[in-house]
């Protein structure tokens, strides 16, 4: 039996009709809580934009390339940015960190309050080339889940159903988090779309199936039956930040000398901080203008 932490499983169906990806994320989600300190409404809505990142990148990447997914419904929590990839690594932060709006009559989150409808979700793709492929729409429902899925039948013009869940307990704590994406391949039989449709709105809950179960297959054969699915792949994934000093340092080369002499002439030294992972690097006196000699030596006197 394969690991049944954080990873994502990707199948197909016997008749062909479906393609489908299946996520637990729960350690990416808590991981990006306590690096970036989230109360539950940020966590939340932070927590489904890496999870729906994951499963848009894996199905739509492969070998090296990339994508960026810029999402803001001019809500209380801000803008969201999320990189991820066709390895299983995904990162991302949130505007505001600390939105805690009050709960629904259920008890749930209020992610659609928390986010907004008024803006957009746009898509990045690394591909290789010199520039990246960008696409965008409107937001629809400021939950995530659908919004992701509108994305795709308007601008992969791929019919999809995509449902996303992170659940937080009153000590806003992550429990768990995860999804699944279920893609009609070329040929689709209407029938077994019309099916599938009413099959997911029968289903238990995302969250409900991965406390018990944790492995993410497990999602697909509630869905589909463990008989009727080809298992094609699993794929640990996590919260992976590539951030490191010599990478700032460069960013830090690049302000300009005039620039880099004040903040060493006023500050003798700075903090950066990696946004995407909250890692602070701190550089000296002296390692700024070492940063600032070479830049002499390179020619860049800008």
């Not at 991820?84 to 749930?108: C, F, M, S, T």
């Not at 009413?198 to 297959?217: D, S």
């Not at 039956?225 to 298992?231: C, F, L, P, S, T």
């Not at 005039?258 to 903040?263: M, P």
Request: charged share 25%.
């Amino acid at each position: 039996m394969p690991n049944t932490k954080d990873q994502l499983v990707k199948a197909l169906t016997n008749d062909q009709n479906f393609r489908v990806l299946a996520v637990n994320a729960t350690d990416v989600v808590k991981t990006a809580q306590q690096a970036h300190h989230l109360q539950s409404t940020s966590a939340v809505a932070l927590g489904r934009t890496l999870v729906a990142s994951l499963l848009l990148a894996n199905s739509a990447l492969k070998g090296k390339e990339g994508m960026t997914i810029r999402l803001n419904g001019q809500g209380p929590v801000g803008g969201m940015l999320i990189d991820a990839d066709a390895a299983g690594h995904v990162k991302g932060y949130v505007q505001h960190p600390d939105i805690d709006l009050p709960r629904l009559n259920d008890g749930e989150i209020d992610v659609a309050a928390g986010v907004g409808t008024d803006g957009f979700l746009e898509v990045l793709k690394n591909l290789g080339g010199t520039e990246p492929y960008s696409s965008s729409v409107p937001l629809v429902s400021g939950k995530i889940g659908d919004d992701f899925a509108y994305y795709l039948a308007k601008s992969e013009q791929i019919p999809s159903a995509l449902g996303v869940s992170v659940e937080i307990n009153e000590q806003n704590e992550v429990e768990v988090a995860g999804g699944y994406l279920i893609q009609t391949m070329p040929g689709a039989d209407e029938d077994a779309i019309e099916k599938l449709e009413k099959r997911l709105k029968t289903l238990p809950g995302i969250a409900i199936t991965l406390k018990e179960y944790g492995n993410p297959e497990h999602l697909i054969d509630v869905i589909f039956g463990a008989e009727n699915v080809k298992i094609l792949q699993h794929l640990p994934v996590s919260f992976y930040c590539d951030c490191s000093k010599e990478k700032f340092a460069q960013r830090l080369a690049g302000i300009g000398r005039k620039d880099l002499q004040e903040i060493i002439d006023e500050d003798h030294g700075a903090e950066v901080v990696c946004n995407f992972c909250g890692t602070k690097y701190d550089f000296s006196e002296d390692d700024l203008v070492n940063i600032l000699n070479k830049q002499a030596k390179g020619g860049n006197h800008e």
